[in-house]
């Protein structure tokens, strides 16, 4: 008779492509991981994994026994955590991963208030927000990208166009009269000869803009000051007659207060979207964040 726990040893391996990692998220030992599978191995009668120098290859018996047992494992530990959650006398702790430079978009200005407990993380890097979900060590993220797993759901949450603003005290009547035009040419020329901020050192929002708007990879842009986050770049662009391109969203109170002013808003300006990111066994969190950030 197969043991369930054997179906969960082998959907960590399956998974990780390695006995080490699989033992650490189950919380048992290597030796336990590889006993494990031999075991089911046995029961079913055909090789599972092989091993390689840097961890394990599933066979094509694997994809096919992942592919029969995954949804029915998943729903029984949904069920499992259903029941856990139902059971629970303390409050729950949520803990959620985000760039810094996102934050004031997405979490700030939203009402928290329906969590009794939680982390904000703050992590750059969209594959490690990313790993970090998968590997549940942070309950959700807010990613720039969609990527799923069998252990992962995801949502679009947010859209924001991509757009030019700048310095109010900057003279603009002459690129404004480029833009009635639309001289392609020259408001690149003009955008070219600027002061610039950015919150990257590789610019990507710049590339990105460049890219969709003049069809041109390279932009011959000098990056006169780097501030590592979106929103406070915003702030220091107050006071220095410069300009940058931004989430239009980032920028819309600086905007209202005329602290900053829309510099150009293209009808070919790319939108960058935005996804929720949480562990299949957080569902109830999944509806609670999403019902928070798009409603």
Excluded at 180 to 187: A, C, G, R
Excluded at 190 to 200: G, I, K, P, V
Excluded at 239 to 249: D, F, P, S, Y
């Amino acid at each position: 008779m197969v043991n369930l726990e054997w179906y969960r040893t082998f959907k960590a391996v399956y998974k990780h492509k390695n006995y080490s990692i699989a033992a650490k998220e189950l919380f048992i030992t290597q030796p336990t991981v590889s006993n494990q599978m031999s075991m089911l191995e046995a029961a079913i009668g055909h090789k599972l994994f092989t091993r390689k120098s840097k961890g394990v290859v599933p066979t094509e018996y694997a994809k096919f026994l992942n592919n029969l047992i995954i949804e029915a494992l998943d729903t029984l530990e949904n069920i499992e955590a259903s029941y856990s959650n139902s059971v629970k006398k303390e409050e729950k702790l949520y803990s959620i991963g985000i760039s810094e430079h996102l934050y004031k978009s997405f979490l700030s200005s939203k009402n928290l208030t329906s969590f009794k407990h939680l982390t904000i993380h703050f992590e750059q890097d969209n594959i490690k927000l990313f790993d970090l979900v998968n590997q549940q060590e942070i309950d959700a993220a807010i990613l720039r990208d969609d990527k799923q797993t069998f252990d992962t759901l995801s949502c679009k949450v947010y859209s924001s166009p991509l757009v030019i603003v700048g310095n109010p005290n900057l003279d603009t009547e002459e690129l404004n009269e480029y833009i009635k035009n639309n001289d392609l040419k020259k408001i690149q020329y003009w955008l070219e000869s600027q002061t610039w901020f950015s919150h990257m050192s590789t610019n990507p929002y710049i590339k990105l803009f460049w890219l969709h708007c003049f069809g041109k990879k390279r932009p011959k842009v000098f990056t006169n000051y780097i501030v590592p986050n979106e929103y406070f770049m915003l702030q220091e662009l107050t006071k220095v007659e410069g300009v940058c391109v931004t989430l239009k969203e980032n920028a819309k109170e600086f905007i209202i207060n005329k602290s900053l002013k829309l510099i150009w808003q293209s009808d070919d300006y790319p939108v960058r979207d935005y996804y929720l990111v949480v562990h299949k066994k957080q569902n109830v969190l999944f509806e609670l964040l999403k019902k928070l950030l798009i409603d």
